[in-house]
């Protein structure tokens, strides 16, 4: 123990400084989940009552899922201690990155790295939300890092629940075994290669099969064999293109900017001059034999990822989060690897851009806090109305924010408009509820046609249940009251 500390003391320190930082303030803000959170709370409380409380979304992954509905079902504050896992997961990310850059670059390189990405704004931004990327990010560079103690089952097993965690991350099985079979060195001979693939491959097998096996066990009895063992990938697909997180390209410009949209990004959050010298890394790791191990397969991977985020027509900031840690890794390896030219005058301009490039995220890291201070108190007051007026029964809801804050069983139907109908899952059709909650700003519309099919779900709402609450500030209708027994909700009008 003594040896650990005397050896990381100071990757401790600074993990220790941001999930005390990021916990405070995790505990201390009131602010509303947003979507994807909400339904990762919801599927947690689904999975654990056997459907009794929470909603499903079939095209969502798993792991956030089992993670949040234990600490609902041993009896925490779900939020706050689904929060606190989310930081905890976040300062894990921290350390991988320390441990990656120490064994690719050394000491130096990996607490500049660890320290670059504890401060990077959209880093702070997202990790205390209960979302996947970061989880998943966690488990990739878990996977790095297996890979290069080769390591290779346990990569595999790694790199499966990175895909359980966020499906597009299977996709980092290719710069991993492109690594692995263009590697050179005493053990590169064919056999081991092939060997080595194997193990990684049947690794992520054993992951994707026990997840198959759920999907058959859960949907089997509604879907076909095949369809269930693939729906939640197949659907989760269609979301790559989201109409409502999509950059414009009508024009050649805009065409260009959402293909670039990751590269442009990433160097303005890191600097350019840092992201210059994460190429410089990549540039001259075939000049260093120690660098070369490592930088390679960092460098495959952050092609990887730039390829299939800037080819997909889905852009949003939380996606920066998968270059953040390796284009750290590779400028701090660049910065030592430019100090020790000892060029005085390059050195001194390389401490200041670093040194005000880390004042400007440490000032913006203080704005993201005050930004998220008390935020959609007056929508948890509309979320949580059921848990606090003891409204017991099944609803049906326009927004998944309902499931995070209330224990009943919730049946979706924003995605009406898409279908027609009242209900998303096949399994659901059929089902009865007790009462809704309606809401035109959760159901974004931008046609006539959509808005008349709005209106009529909402009519359709109206005639059926009772109306118990509403906020004009932000547009809630809460109903409740049982229809005539063994009455159907009826299908919207069309």
């Known amino acids: 123990m003594h040896d650990t500390w005397k050896k990381h003391k100071e990757i401790i320190i600074i993990s220790l400084l941001f999930l005390v930082g990021e916990a405070i303030f995790a505990l201390s803000r009131q602010r509303a989940l947003i979507w994807d959170e909400a339904v ?12 009794k409380s929470g909603l499903w979304e079939i095209f969502r992954p798993i792991t956030m899922p089992l993670a949040i509905g234990v600490l609902w079902k041993i009896g925490l504050d779900t939020i706050l201690a689904s929060r606190v ?89 290719l710069p991993l075994a492109a690594y692995i079979l263009l590697e050179k060195g005493p053990r590169s001979a064919a056999r081991d290669k092939v060997r080595h693939l194997l193990m990684l491959f049947m690794g992520c097998a054993l992951i994707i099969i026990c997840f198959t096996i759920f999907n058959i066990s859960l949907y089997s009895s509604h879907l076909s064999i095949l369809d269930s063992s693939t729906r939640p990938v197949t659907d989760a697909m269609a979301f790559q293109n989201n109409p409502l997180q999509n950059l414009p390209t009508g024009t050649v410009q805009q065409k260009a900017y959402s ?68 284009v750290s890794i590779l400028a701090a390896a660049a910065f030592f690897y430019v100090l020790d030219m000892k060029r005085r005058a390059i050195n001194i301009a390389l401490y200041i851009f670093v040194g005000v490039a880390l004042a400007v995220a440490v000032y913006q890291d203080a704005q993201i806090y005050h930004q998220k201070a008390d935020m959609g108190g007056h929508e948890i007051i509309a979320y949580s109305y059921f848990a606090h007026n003891d409204i017991k029964g099944t609803m049906l809801v326009t927004d998944p924010l309902f499931a995070a804050y209330s224990d009943n069983r919730f049946i979706p139907i924003y995605n ?55 906020d004009a500030t932000t547009g809630w209708r809460i109903f409740a009251g049982r229809r005539v027994s063994g009455q159907r909700a009826p299908a919207p009008p069309t």
């Open 259 to 326: 293909a670039a949209y990751y590269l442009i990004n990433v160097v303005g959050i890191m600097g350019s001059l840092l992201f210059i010298l994460a190429l410089l890394t990549v540039a001259q790791s075939c000049a260093r034999k120690k660098a070369r191990h490592g930088s390679t397969l960092l460098t495959y991977v952050l092609i990887a990822y730039l390829l299939y985020y800037s080819a997909i027509p889905y852009k949003t900031e939380r996606f920066l989060l998968f270059f953040i840690p390796i």
């Open 85 to 173: 896992l989310a930081v905890l997961l976040a300062t894990a990310c921290i350390a991988m990155t320390y441990l990656i850059a120490d064994k690719v670059f050394g000491r130096r390189a990996a607490l500049l790295a660890s320290v670059l990405l504890a401060t990077t704004p959209v880093f702070v931004k997202y990790s205390e939300y209960l979302l996947t990327d970061i989880p998943s990010l966690l488990f990739v560079l878990v996977t790095v890092y297996l890979i290069l103690e080769r390591r290779y089952f346990l990569a595999g097993i790694s790199s499966g629940v990175a895909f359980l965690t966020k499906f597009p991350q299977l996709l980092m099985l």
């Open 40 to 51: 990762y709370v919801g599927m947690g409380k689904f999975l654990y009552s056997f459907g």
């Open 416 to 470: 009406t408009m898409n279908d027609g109908t009242f209900y998303v899952d096949e399994w659901e059709k059929n089902s009865t509820a007790d009462g809704a909650a309606f809401s035109e700003n959760s159901i974004p519309c931008a046609d006539r046609s959509c808005i008349a099919r709005r209106d009529a779900l909402l009519e359709s709402i109206n005639s059926s249940y009772s109306l118990v609450f509403y």
